[in-house]
């Protein structure tokens, strides 16, 4: 099946820095899809992307999908402790399939 | 709206015990997959459902069982619990294979 790459798999940021996750295939994409999971809980969906070269805003999150549809990044800036949690992208081909995720520390 | 609904949230279980994980949802969602959870690994998909009657297998399927009798149901049934299989299950639907999934808040099994 399709995979996804996810790097890094951890990353600790100070409070105030900003954090970066990416996503990568060696196969065109249908789409991307973003996940959170806070600790302890569930994930939930974030944001879909579909279209070559797309750029999608939510407040502080960023998410692009690079133009070859091989790539994804999320960018958050100036991280908030509200802002940990796990990191995930999915992309739908055939199974939907999860990258391994990124997990956030912010540390006050 | 209650969304996706799991249960149960915690068990413990002794090697070759059988179980059923049960989800079910109420947004008339035809697509409803399973999923376990261990560190480092993300989110494996065990198998899948695109409507009332069809099932799939994902990438781990093996030890795991399911079915689709209705829309709103999609049990797992793990036949000989294994040390293996300890891990969080995450039940999750979608309007349509590829759309958001919704997940439940996951079922914490371990097999001893």
């Known amino acids: 099946g399709q995979q996804v790459m996810q790097i890094p798999q951890y990353q600790h940021v100070q409070e105030g820095e900003d954090f970066t996750t990416y996503c990568n295939s060696s196969t065109t994409l249908s789409n991307i899809q973003w996940y959170k999971q806070r600790p302890g809980g569930h994930p939930v969906f974030l944001i879909q992307l579909v279209k070559s070269g797309e750029v999608k805003k939510q407040k502080r999150l960023t998410f692009q999908f690079g133009e070859a549809k091989k790539n994804s990044s999320l960018h958050i800036t100036a991280t908030q402790t509200t802002d940990v949690g796990t990191y995930f992208c999915?992309?739908?081909?055939?199974?939907?399939?999860f990258g391994q995720g990124t997990i956030l520390t912010v540390h006050p | 709206n209650a969304g996706v609904t799991q249960t149960p949230k915690f068990q413990v279980l002794k090697t070759g015990q059988s179980m059923t994980l049960q989800c079910a949802q109420d947004m008339n969602h035809e697509y409803m997959s399973w999923y376990r959870q261990d560190p480092g690994m993300g989110l494996r998909l065990i198998h899948y459902s695109v409507g009332a009657g069809i099932t799939d297998q994902g990438e781990v399927p093996n030890g795991y069982n399911v079915s689709r009798s209705t829309t709103e149901d999609f049990p797992l049934r793990l036949l000989s619990a294994a040390p293996s299989q300890t891990s969080v299950y995450f039940c999750a639907s979608s309007a349509y294979r590829g759309g958001e999934l919704f997940f439940g808040e996951g079922s914490r099994l371990t097999v001893l």
């Open positions: 999915s992309t739908s081909y055939g199974k939907l399939t």
